[in-house]
């Protein structure tokens, strides 16, 4: 599971940041799901190494243009570009009308490649390897944080010691592997988990932007390998986040320090943090730190790695993310 940033701005794009994009790359399934997705989101993939004819999935954090504007301009160009994939798009309820009237009014069709679907608080996709939920936020419109919970794989089956029993190769393999208890022909009963490695812990991925600080983004983020949170304001700005229902650095660094996650990525910063101002983004990166040290700053076409093995309060540091 592997991360890039493809916008890191809020509000307006800048001369180094584009609005909001990620894209987690799933390569055990070449698929990519995109969160949200900003105007120039489709040019910021051209610029990166990603491909938009692997885009699956596209979740939707809330109607703000920032994060939507770049969606009809991806699909349409996708379409166009030949890509015959279904694309399933979640996010809030007036999401479906949205792109209906950017269909009516610019005569593009999606053909039926493209399946809305409107999000509630839990579950909102599983399959055999990854569940994904949502919780609400807190800001201007309704808005919502996702969690990409990879689900455990089985632990590698010890082949060389299967052989050493004397159990042949074959089917019987498959279900030891599963974890069945089988029974030999000399009436010898073996656990398939007696030859398997302990089970790979699954990863955990949780995107929170726009909110102001809320409980909910600490429960939906608890325990997560690696927490996107928007920072849009410097802590001396807390009034104007408040006003305006965006997060300070301070405030995302805490939602991380009380979900007990292994590292955390702030997003979304204010182009008034630009370099020649008094406030800088390096400002916010300290205060954040102060409080949650695994703290770093997204960057445009950023990539990060989500490492596989979970072991909280042994963080590895992340160098030149800064």
């Not at 800048?14 to 120039?40: H, M």
Request: charge should be neutral.
């Amino acid at each position: 599971m592997e991360i890039t940033f493809l916008g890191t701005s809020s509000g307006v794009p800048t001369r180094s940041r584009n609005v909001s994009s990620v894209a987690l790359r799933l390569p055990q399934k070449s698929e990519i799901w995109l969160f949200d997705c900003g105007e120039g989101t489709q040019h910021q993939l051209m610029r990166s190494d990603l491909k938009s004819s692997q885009i699956r999935r596209i979740f939707i954090t809330h109607m703000h243009g920032d994060h939507t504007f770049g969606l009809p301009g991806l699909l349409a160009s996708t379409g166009l570009a030949g890509s015959k994939g279904q694309v399933d798009i979640y996010g809030p309820p007036d999401l479906k009308e949205y792109l209906k009237a950017c269909t009516r009014y610019s005569h593009t069709y999606f053909a039926n490649r493209v399946q809305v679907h409107t999000v509630e608080p839990g579950v909102v996709f599983e399959n055999e390897d990854f569940t994904v939920t949502c919780h609400p936020l807190k800001h201007r419109v309704p808005a919502f944080g996702y969690a990409v919970m990879e689900k455990d794989r089985p632990g590698r089956f010890n082949v060389e010691r299967a052989k050493a029993l004397g159990i042949p190769p074959g089917p019987i393999y498959g279900r030891l592997k599963k974890g069945e208890t089988i029974t030999l022909d000399n009436g010898r009963r073996v656990a398939g988990k007696d030859l398997c490695d302990p089970d790979e812990p699954g990863r955990k991925f949780v995107y929170c932007t726009d909110t102001v600080f809320t409980e909910s983004a600490i429960d939906l983020a608890k325990n997560a390998d690696v927490l996107i949170h928007e920072a849009t304001f410097a802590h001396q700005d807390a009034e104007m986040a408040f006003e305006r229902l965006h997060s300070t650095s301070t405030m995302a660094a805490q939602v991380a320090l009380e979900a007990n996650v292994r590292q955390l990525i702030m997003t979304h910063f204010s182009p008034r943090y630009a370099p020649g101002n008094p406030l800088q983004l390096n400002h916010l990166l300290e205060e954040a730190q102060a409080i949650f040290p695994q703290t770093c700053l997204a960057y445009d076409f950023m990539a990060y790695e989500i490492p596989r093995q979970r072991q909280f309060g042994s963080v590895e540091k992340v160098d030149k993310l800064a």
